[in-house]
């Protein structure tokens, strides 16, 4: 029965105009059946059979006096019908309608359901997650199904959903809605977790309306986990975790379990947008969304037994940038590597059916490797850098600063903790400080202009959002950050710097970013909700995929570079045209590989055609990866 129920439930929610027509179906049902044995009985011809019928139904104006006997107790008969019928069905359907509106409205009723996504818990990067997941399916010929089940009211997440996603993108996925708590079996069955193809668990927003810290929020999440394997639910997980140590606990304790920490992603992009060219931002945005290139996993197919050079000149749409041989990743690999017949390629490309191999056999031949040439490392520059607002993660953006200046680099906080409140942050963290920064602690209020001087000293500014001791209102977070950059925009103003310092703020929404702009127009500004959003769907994807962004938000991973084209090309070439497998041959000879390039009119090119002639006077910077070791 309740399946019958849902089932319906689902029919009419998708086609809402053909309840009307089954109502009206209904009532002609009626008339033809009447119709018949009124005709019967009178002897009256089909047309004045069926009016006289309708009539009796409708309350229409029609003579009966004639009628014998029989036809008029059918017609008294049909009009009494009619009424306790109509009567009878408005009640049933009004006591059954009522009580299951209430029940659909609550979010109460079970789905029927299978292989389709599930996400336990809610937070506002929520509808941003299905955004980048149904682009990633987009060329799935059916809907996709997505179930939800939170203990927020079923009406406000329609409301998010609704004001987030497109008309196109709700038409093109089916996205249920159920109330419930996530670390019930009984609320679980209403989503069919079991039945599951990949479940989701966000960081719960709901549980800041219990003012509980991020680490009971881990906490809660840690027993979602594991009600649903005590359960029997094997389904794939990928969790959203406040920390970076409780991430790695809580997915060690069962299998097929996938945490994102995308707040050190977050931080290495600061930190990047801080130190490289501009555009920075612009090709991690690229990667990590689904709307453009990204990384996929490909079998090597017939390209087991050659080499990276030779694998360069047949394949078509990707671009290798690691191979994933005996559990052991190799990013950037060098040109004279083999490819063998069990490794894993991990390549760069709009799409996994994108990626071709040239009909034409690999030749045994042995194609020119150019040698390596490595220049002399230069010298770290002493750096001092102002950091306005304190948060989680500080100690993870410390060791990324740490990687790129000199020795006796100063970094100095400015904000409203107390120096014991930053201490016993940093101490949390349970991550080692790094010696080549001198850390300088001043409590102040960096919305006040008065507390930002000497603003010549510093070579580079960061605006963060400011947790507030853990108070975690984005709307304050926002407000506070956003009254910072307007402090610093009038202060440097004031102060009349003959140089700018490079300045990334931070947001904690996508549509914050032109409000921070307006701010201030100096600033490179980056959403919190962007990278987690992303990074997420990514991973619920892919769930290995996650290892990659990884090891690229890592100390010794892998790294983005955005290097001058002079690097690569000589002085004469500066006007030339180059093609895209030779520009990838220099750069390799830097133990680079070459992803694309950034254009004059700030547009990011990934991915070009190896035989695509490039005009370097196009070119601003060349997009480059490279290992850090």
């Known amino acids: 029965r309740s399946f019958v129920v849902y089932r319906m439930e689902v029919f009419f929610m998708v086609h809402p105009a053909l309840f009307t027509v089954f109502a009206l179906s209904f009532v002609g049902l009626m008339v033809l059946l009447g119709g018949y044995w009124y005709r019967r009985w009178t002897g009256y011809d089909q047309g004045v059979a069926y009016w006289r019928t309708w009539s009796s139904l409708s309350g229409g104006d029609s003579s009966f006096e004639k009628d014998p006997l029989l036809a008029k107790i059918l017609i008294i008969a049909m009009t009494v019908a009619h009424f306790f019928l109509f009567a009878f069905v408005i009640g049933l359907v009004d006591s059954f309608v009522s009580s299951r509106v209430e029940s659909v409205r609550e979010g109460k009723t079970p789905i029927y359901e299978s292989g389709h996504y599930v996400i336990l818990g809610w937070n506002s990067n929520v509808p941003r997650i299905l955004h980048q997941l149904l682009e990633a399916e987009h060329h799935s010929k059916s809907r996709t199904t997505v179930a939800i089940l939170a203990p927020e009211k079923k009406a406000v997440i329609e409301k998010a959903l609704e004001d987030e996603l497109t008309r196109e993108e709700r038409r093109r996925a089916q996205i249920l809605t159920r109330n419930g708590d996530p670390r019930l079996r009984s609320d679980l069955r ?41 359960d029997g639910i094997k389904a794939p997980v990928i969790l959203e975790s406040c920390s970076h140590n409780r991430k790695a606990t809580i997915t060690a304790r069962t299998d097929e379990v996938h945490g994102v920490d995308w707040f050190a992603l977050l931080n290495r992009q600061i930190i ?3 130190r490289k060219p501009v555009g920075i931002n612009d090709v991690f945005l690229e ?30 749409g990707g671009i290798i ?13 060098p040109l004279h590597s083999e490819i063998h017949e069990n490794d894993t390629l991990l390549m760069l490309a709009q799409d996994e059916e994108a990626v071709g191999v040239s009909r034409d056999a690999i030749e045994a031949r042995a194609l020119p490797v150019p040698p390596l040439k490595y220049s002399k490392p230069s010298q770290k520059p002493k750096e001092k850098i102002l950091v306005l607002g304190w948060r989680d993660g500080m100690a993870r953006l410390l060791l990324e600063l740490s990687r790129g200046t000199g020795a006796g680099s100063e970094v100095v906080f400015l904000n409203t903790w107390s120096t014991e409140e930053r201490k016993r942050s940093l101490e ?47 709307e304050l977070m926002e407000a506070r950050a956003l009254s910072t950059m307007v402090a610093l925009n009038f202060a440097l103003s004031e102060q009349k710097l003959a140089q700018i310092p490079r300045i990334v703020a931070e947001v904690g929404r996508t549509r914050m970013i032109p409000i921070a702009n307006e ?39 892998f790294e983005l570079l955005m290097i001058e084209k002079s690097v690569v090309i000589n002085t004469d070439e500066q006007s030339a045209s180059l093609s895209f497998l030779d520009l990838r041959m220099r750069s390799y000879r830097l ?32 997009i480059t990866m490279t290992d850090v070791k």
């Open 190 to 230: 209403l989503v069919r977790a079991r039945q599951a193809k990949k479940i989701v668990i966000p960081a719960d927003q709901s549980a800041k309306s219990l003012h509980l810290s991020k680490s009971a929020i881990d906490n809660r999440t840690c027993e979602i986990v594991l009600v649903l394997r005590e």
């Open 272 to 274: 990047q947008a801080l």
């Open 287 to 316: 990667l990590t969304r689904f709307e453009g290139f990204e990384f996929h996993f490909v079998s090597p197919g017939t390209l087991a037994g050659s080499t990276v050079r030779q694998a360069i000149d047949v394949v078509d």
């Open 321 to 333: 940038c690691a191979i994933h041989s005996h559990s052991q990743w190799s990013f950037n690999p």
């Open 428 to 474: 949390n963290e349970m991550l080692p400080i790094p010696k080549n920064l001198k850390m300088k602690h001043v409590v102040a209020n960096p919305n006040e202009y008065t507390h930002l001087s000497n603003l010549h000293e510093y070579t580079s500014i960061i605006g963060l959002l400011d947790d507030a001791r853990f108070d975690d209102d984005m």
């Open 519 to 557: 701010a201030n127009p100096n600033a490179i500004v980056i959403a919190r909700d962007d990278v987690a959003s992303m990074y997420l769907a990514q991973t619920i994807y892919e769930p290995e995929i996650g290892n990659v962004f990884e090891k690229l938000s890592v100390p010794n991973g």
């Open 591 to 622: 133990g680079q590989t070459l992803l694309g390039y950034y254009s004059e009119e700030g547009k990011v090119v990934l991915n070009p055609k190896n035989e695509e002639k490039i005009d370097m006077r196009r070119v601003k910077t060349l």
